[in-house]
């Protein structure tokens, strides 16, 4: 019946970030932002979703940190980031471009990742100066553009009039969710998670969910309800790979492929088997690996490294 915040060991709990700050976005909103691994190695910017936090994408910093400079930050009244009375996707924006320019030096560039609200931001600032200037590539996990509360599949009935309202006034609820319990833990895994999801994943989700605020929660699902940022995606005109799970509920795979369909520069589509919408913490590896190698790929730096290390590999062999 415990509230913590998140999981306080194994894979899913939040490491220690190298320094921490808070960023102000344009509309004086606080952001609480979280810096890993060494100052100078590439850079990847975390985006995290609806109901989530910083803790949402512990593997893939764990993983990523080693060789990369990862910057995560609270969306606007998640995690430790103060509730703000502006909901919208421009505030969304606002705070993306915030960290964007407080976290990066002029010109640097970096791959950036958003998962479900985290790619609607990455959507809503595609014209944003710093998203234009900072964004060597994108990754977008389990999310989609318009029409979410339509095309999700969370109930089991056809899709029409009704399974809409009755999909927007679950989502749309303003009850507390309350403590962690068993039952809490099967429904949160029903609705946001795949059938193959292990205990220790559903753990870790459920206390982060559980941990945003309800009025949080209500607010930005309003948001979510009337989003239409099918423009945002045509802007993402930088190289952006697409990834969703077959199982995902909340935005399944209709969505992943309106999106490769409609993106100037779609690198890749990727329909992980039997995943649901969590898959950064349902396929920890796989998405840390898509960042990496859209990192090796698509920054100067990270392409510069990795042939230097090539070139030190061989003289090393060379000379054994």
Not at 32 to 41: I, S, Y
Not at 159 to 187: F, K, Y
Request: overall charge neutral; proline content about 8%; aromatic content about 4%.
């Amino acid at each position: 019946m415990s509230r913590l915040l998140h999981v306080a060991d194994g894979p899913y709990a939040p490491p220690v970030p190298a320094r921490e700050l808070t960023v102000t976005a344009a509309d004086g909103a606080r952001v609480h932002v979280e810096v890993h691994g060494p100052e100078n190695a590439p850079a990847v910017v975390l985006a995290h979703g609806w109901c989530c936090s910083t803790a949402f994408w512990a593997a893939q910093i764990r993983e990523l940190a080693a060789d990369h400079r990862v910057i995560a930050y609270d969306q606007r009244g998640h995690g430790r980031s103060p509730a703000n009375p502006a909901y919208g996707t421009e505030p969304l924006a606002d705070d993306l471009e915030a960290v964007l320019t407080a976290t990066l030096a002029p010109g640097e560039r970096a791959v950036v990742a958003g998962h479900s609200m985290g790619g609607m931001t990455l959507m809503a600032a595609a014209t944003r100066p710093a998203v234009r200037e900072h964004a060597a590539a994108v990754l977008l996990c389990s999310t989609g553009s318009a029409r979410l509360v339509a095309s999700a599949t969370v109930l089991p009935m056809r899709a029409g009039r009704v399974r809409t309202w009755l999909t927007r006034r679950i989502l749309g609820s303003r009850a507390p969710l309350g403590p962690v319990t068993p039952l809490a833990r099967r429904i949160l895994k029903y609705g946001t998670m795949g059938p193959g999801s292990g205990p220790h994943m559903v753990e870790a989700c459920a206390r982060i969910v559980h941990a945003c605020p309800s009025r949080v929660r209500h607010g930005w699902s309003q948001v979510l309800d009337l989003l239409d940022l099918d423009h945002g995606v045509r802007e993402l005109r930088m190289p952006v790979e697409v990834v969703v799970g077959t199982a995902d509920r909340l935005t399944p795979p209709v969505q992943a492929r309106a999106l490769a369909a409609a993106l100037p520069d779609c690198v890749g589509l990727t329909e992980l088997p039997g995943v649901g919408h969590m898959s950064p913490v349902e396929a920890p590896e796989l998405v840390a690996g898509k960042i990496r190698a859209l990192a090796a790929t698509y920054i100067p730096s990270a392409r510069g490294e990795r042939a230097a290390d090539t070139e030190h590999a061989v003289h090393a062999e060379e000379s054994a």
